[in-house]
């Protein structure tokens, strides 16, 4: 099994930072993507943004610019830098891997998630 345990939500104001990180522990053989998704009340759950294991990243325009993302293979974690934080960047933020736990065994996991609110 493997489990993905994320820190760093919170409430902070408009033009705010917070960093989030994501740290994956278990029975982990390789890991290849990861990323983060936020979902907002009464709206679909979106990726916000990627980063594969060769280091290339991916964002979704709304937060090109101001959000990076980045990982620690050392430690398997992810993070996610936000910086000029915005109201409409409200939601529960969820990590995410695609992890091998054998050479052929791959499949997806979730964290449980973590609130980021910004006031206005």
């Known amino acids: 099994q493997v489990q993905l345990v994320e820190f760093g939500g919170g409430l902070v104001q408009a033009g705010g930072s917070l960093r989030l990180s994501c740290a994956a522990s278990g029975s982990i053989f390789s890991i290849n993507a990861m990323g983060w998704y936020r979902q907002a009340p009464g709206k679909q759950r979106e990726l916000v943004a990627s980063?594969?294991?060769?280091?290339?990243?991916t964002y979704v325009d709304s937060v090109k610019g101001r959000f990076t993302v980045s990982r620690d293979d050392s430690k398997n974690t992810v993070y996610l830098q936000m910086n000029s934080l915005k109201p409409e960047d409200t939601a529960n933020y969820y990590c995410?891997?695609?992890?091998?736990?054998?050479?052929?065994?791959?499949?997806?996991?979730w964290g449980q998630g973590t609130q980021v609110t910004v006031s206005s």
């Open positions: 980063i594969t294991k060769e280091g290339t990243t």
């Open positions: 995410e891997a695609d992890v091998k736990t054998t050479p052929l065994v791959r499949r997806q996991y």
